[in-house]
């Protein structure tokens, strides 16, 4: 069981409106490099359509890897730790209706650039897959002790480009990682407010 205790985080506490601005922040910065690339890089990115079997894909798709990243947290000690890091930083001072926002901002954001345009750019290809994986990995690097979470962030994104690179449709991983990321917040939550934790 991780402590949570000042000693072990190397990072300052950060408050409700740091969280919702740096979430903000790089949402739009994503998009500008998305956009960016498509307007100067003649990027063809993937089309979004909704239909209900993309969005039956896309919600199984966050489900499976929600249960996934719950069997690694159990399993990893070390990754356990590096994802408690992350989120106590990210979740602890973030309100309930503020998780609908831990979803849709780099859901959506991230999803354009990563599968919607650095995949289409460096082919649907297996190369291509594993680069821009390795990419959106690396975003989520944020200090020494969160490697095993990068390796989980890559490992995801091959799985939301393969599934972008199956069914054709930008939609699906969209909707898996807004789905991902809400459930995961909710459940650490819960989890921390369960045990009595102070949030």
Known sequence: ????????????????????????????????????WLS???????????TPVDVALGVALGIGI???????????P?????????LKLVLTPLLWP????????????????????MLAAFGLTPVGLIISSICFGVLHFSGSQQWPYVIWATVVGLILGYSA???GNLFVPILAHIFTNFISGCLWKLKYIGQGTEL
């Open 165 to 167: 690179i199956a069914t």
């Open 40 to 50: 100067f890089g003649k990027v063809s990115m993937l089309p979004v359509r909704f």
């Open 1 to 36: 069981m991780v402590e949570h205790s000042p000693k072990n985080s190397e990072f300052e506490p950060l408050t409700r409106t740091q969280v919702l601005v740096a979430m903000g922040g790089t949402a739009t910065l994503l998009f500008v490099v998305a956009k960016l």
């Open 98 to 117: 503020d998780l609908l926002w831990l979803g849709l901002l780099p859901g959506l954001s991230e999803e354009l650039l990563f599968r919607g345009v």
């Open 66 to 76: 929600t249960i996934a990243s719950s069997i690694i947290y159990r399993l990893w």
């Open 78 to 86: 070390a990754y356990s730790r590096s994802a408690d890091l992350y």
